[in-house]
């Protein structure tokens, strides 16, 4: 129970819960203001004469006869087949997450269990390779993805991202099967597991946390994606990033604004409850590394 002493707000204590709370709304208003003005016309969100239009919505009103529309989610959503699009981001970020988080457990557990020391020359090699810009690796799969015709699918897509995810998966995963006594393993093979049994029904288990961890990670990369989307897809098989900035038009051609703000709201509402519905292994396994054994 706490005493008086702690319980009492001090000067120091206001002002720090003052600067959190200040930098809560600061950094949640972007993402409250997107959601607002999607509800919103074009001519008011994006108001220049009087900002305060995307607060009451004069023009929405005038246009609409209402001060919220949902033509942006209708526009977006059934007249440019954005379904389709999220579609496509749905098949590319679960093979990425599954083939990425299948070789990356299997893989990290061989190099945190080897006692070779090409060990660390491979994780080495995959930080490297890592570090490297993604459109350098994209340009270099280019001549062999047209010699091939396999440029423009979403096979070709996930090739790629799961090449570029992979070493941080391996890096991740490693770190965690180290924190891991190998005593678990002997145990359980004394008991007459094999290796792979003992892996999988002993090791796992206790370090689920950080699969669902790293997990989170490579579907952000997946799910986030712009470069690789951008230059391996055909317009057809456009994945949501892409098919968003498209809906921004150019300085040639005028885009559809509010389908791209509402589509932003779209594809940002999943994340929030992926977020909360992980959140307790998301802090288990940012946490795993911080006790040894």
């Known amino acids: 129970m706490a005493t008086k002493a702690q319980s009492r707000m001090t000067p120091l204590k206001l002002f720090s819960y003052a600067f959190v709370a200040f930098w809560l709304i600061l950094a949640a208003f972007p993402f409250f203001w997107t959601f607002w003005g999607s509800f919103k016309v074009q001519a008011d969100f994006l108001s220049k004469a009087d900002w305060t239009n995307a607060l009451w919505g004069t023009n929405t009103i005038e246009q609409t006869g209402g001060a919220f529309t949902g033509q942006g989610y209708y526009g977006a959503w059934v007249l440019e087949d954005f379904w389709f699009n999220f579609k496509n981001t749905g098949i590319v970020v679960f093979f990425t997450v599954v083939i990425s988080l299948t070789f990356g ?4 557990y061989a190099l945190a269990r080897s006692g070779f020391k090409y060990a660390f020359w491979i994780l080495m090699a995959a930080l490297i390779f890592r570090a490297m810009p993604h459109m350098t690796l994209v340009s270099g799969y280019l001549l062999w993805f047209f010699e091939w015709n396999v ?12 090449a570029i995810n992979q070493p941080f998966t391996l890096w991740m995963l490693h770190s965690f099967f ?5 005593d678990m393993d002997e145990s359980a093979m004394v008991d007459g597991c094999t290796r792979f049994q003992a892996f ?3 090791i796992v288990p206790v370090m689920w946390p950080g699969v669902i961890t790293t997990g989170l990670f490579s579907f952000l990369l997946a799910y986030n994606d712009f470069t690789v989307a951008v230059m391996l897809l055909s317009e057809e098989n456009e994945t949501i990033i892409p098919a968003i900035n498209s809906f921004m038009g150019t300085t040639q051609v005028e885009g559809k604004v509010m389908y791209a703000v509402a589509s932003v709201v779209s594809v940002t509402a999943p994340l929030f409850v992926l977020i909360l519905f992980f959140q307790r292994q998301i802090v288990s396994g940012l946490t795993a590394g911080a006790v040894k054994g």
């Open 105 to 108: 457990t299997l893989g990290g």
């Open 151 to 162: 440029w423009g699918i979403l096979p070709t897509t996930i090739i790629v991202l799961v």
């Open 178 to 182: 180290k924190n891991i006594p190998k």
């Open 200 to 202: 999988w029904h002993v």
